[in-house]
């Protein structure tokens, strides 16, 4: 699961994934040229984005936000 804390003005978020789905995503983020600054930020102990079980989030206040590849997105 993944979840994302909004703010007192949103909903929570809970999207449910399996744990293939989420190691396919890990992959494509791996693989994509626009995210590797932000593996660099995370491998550097940035604030701002972190890697947890293999996949990169950014860090946004109390938001945890996995950060969506390129392929991923519409």
């Given at each position: 699961y993944y979840r994302s804390q909004?703010?007192?003005e949103s909903?929570?978020?809970t999207i449910a994934a399996t744990?293939?789905?989420m190691q396919e995503i890990a992959v494509a983020q791996r693989d994509d040229p626009a995210l590797q600054q932000f593996w660099q930020h995370a491998r550097g102990r940035s604030a701002e984005f972190r890697v947890?079980?293999?996949q990169l989030y950014r860090i946004d206040d109390e938001n945890e936000q996995l950060v969506i590849p390129e392929s991923y997105r519409k």
């Open positions: 909004e703010n007192s909903l929570n978020v744990d293939d789905s947890q079980s293999g």
